[in-house]
Each structure stands twice: as C-alpha cells, then as structure tokens.
C-alpha cells in the first residue's frame, strides 16, 4: 500500500532562515504528489503539485519543491521564512492515471518561527 | 465566500449518540471526499463522491458512519453510537473533474468531542 513519511514532526526556525521539509513516499509508481499547509483554525490550503515533468515546481507563497525519483523524495523548500509560515505542512500522493482514488496524507511537520 | 463550507464547526456529544455533519462544497465541484484527522496526524481518508455516487469507502470507515450526497450537491456524514475514539476534525474537500489528481479544497473541518 502506499504510504508518506515526513520524518521531522516539528522544526523550528528564525524568521528570515531558509527551510526544508522532508517528505518520502512509497509507492508502485511515481505518484501525483501535493503539499499541502494548514494553519490554526483554517482548512488545508494547496502551496503546489507535481504531476510530471520538470522536477523543480514553484508554488505560492515562495515556496518550492524538488521531486527526487531515485530517493522517492518530494521536499519543500523555502528561501526565507517570514512569521505567517509558522503552520502544519502535509504533503500527500495520489495515484498517477486514476490508480487510487484518494489522497494519502504523510502525518505533517509543525513548523515554528522564531522572531 | 465561494469556499467549501462544513456545520458545524464545532460539536460535543456523549457516548453513544448519533451526531450529523454537513458539507457544501464549492457550487461547480462534482467530487467531494470526507477525512478524518486526529491530533497530530495527517488527514485520513474515510469516503468519496462523484456527484450523487459514492464511490469509494475506506476499509477502516466502521459501519457506524455513513455518508450521502443525494442531490450531488451538499453531503452530511452521520455517525451513530458515538465512541470516544471518534473524537476527531472532520474535513470535507470538494474538486472538479473524474481524476483523483486534481487539487482538492479543503473546508475548516468540524472538530467533533465525544464525552
């Protein structure tokens, strides 16, 4: 069965520091994978998705990730953190082509920011 | 506000009473997927709809919980005999297409306590 580890369960950074995330999944096939960021009190919010193609994928708030498919590897990256970052980060894979239906969510990295 | 919206956000019950959940997603979205997400992890996936049909269950959704979607449109997820363990954020999400690779939309959840 797929699944998705994010091997860091909080991290902490200053604000301006730049950041990564890790996320490794395991899976028959490269997948559709996602990260997705979830703040207190707010539902899930998509920063950005790779389907195929370049591997280095920009997303919103200036936040970027690079898939790696010989370490199955998906991690996002941030040159400089600012406060508002400070959420839960959830990266999540979907079958390629219909296979699987439904999303499977690693189990986050809680990031905080430090003034 | 043209957001997935849930109702309600917030529901305490004691064991062994039935609780209703209802999700409006957003107005065009003909998939809408229900999760589960308990402190510390990342959502889980229990069920799935295109419009009316559900399509898909998870294996570990009990048959305490079932879902409906009757007009396509807004769905509610029931639970009856609450148990402790269902203690959780239920989060709807809603995309537009048949592939399960498009971007989902998350709503706020609704926290659910059981006493």
């Known amino acids: 069965a797929q699944s998705v580890t994010q091997p860091d369960i909080h991290i902490t950074v200053s604000e301006g520091a730049s950041l990564e995330l890790r996320c490794n999944y395991s899976?028959?096939?490269?997948?559709?994978l996602f990260w997705y960021v979830q703040s207190p009190g707010q539902g899930l919010q998509l920063l950005l998705k790779?389907?195929?193609?370049?591997?280095l994928v920009q997303g919103i708030k200036g936040f970027e990730a690079e898939f790696k498919r010989s370490q199955s590897s998906f991690n996002l990256r941030k040159p400089s953190v600012h406060w508002s970052d400070a959420a839960e980060y959830f990266c999540?894979?979907?079958?390629?082509?219909?296979?699987?239906?439904?999303?499977?969510f690693g189990p986050g990295t809680r990031l905080s920011v430090l003034p | 506000d043209t957001g997935v919206s849930q109702d309600p956000r917030h529901k305490i019950t004691k064991r062994g009473q039935n609780v209703t959940f209802r999700c409006d997603p957003i107005?065009?979205?003909?998939?809408l997927y229900w999760y589960r997400q308990t402190l510390g992890q990342g959502p889980e996936f229990l069920t799935y709809?295109?419009?009316?049909?559900?399509?898909?269950k998870s294996r570990l959704l009990s048959d305490r919980f079932s879902a409906e979607r009757p007009k396509g449109s807004f769905s509610t997820l029931e639970i009856q005999r609450t148990e402790q363990g269902d203690s959780a954020m239920y989060l709807c999400?809603?995309?537009?297409?048949?592939?399960?690779?498009?971007?989902?939309?998350f709503g706020p959840g609704t926290r659910l306590t059981v006493l």
């Open positions: 999540a894979v979907v079958g390629p082509n219909n296979y699987g239906q439904n999303f499977v």
């Open positions: 790779y389907f195929s193609g370049d591997t």
């Open positions: 899976y028959g096939a490269t997948p559709y």
């Open positions: 709809f295109q419009n009316e049909a559900q399509l898909e």
């Open positions: 107005s065009e979205h003909n998939r």
């Open positions: 999400a809603s995309s537009l297409g048949t592939s399960g690779n498009n971007e989902q939309f």
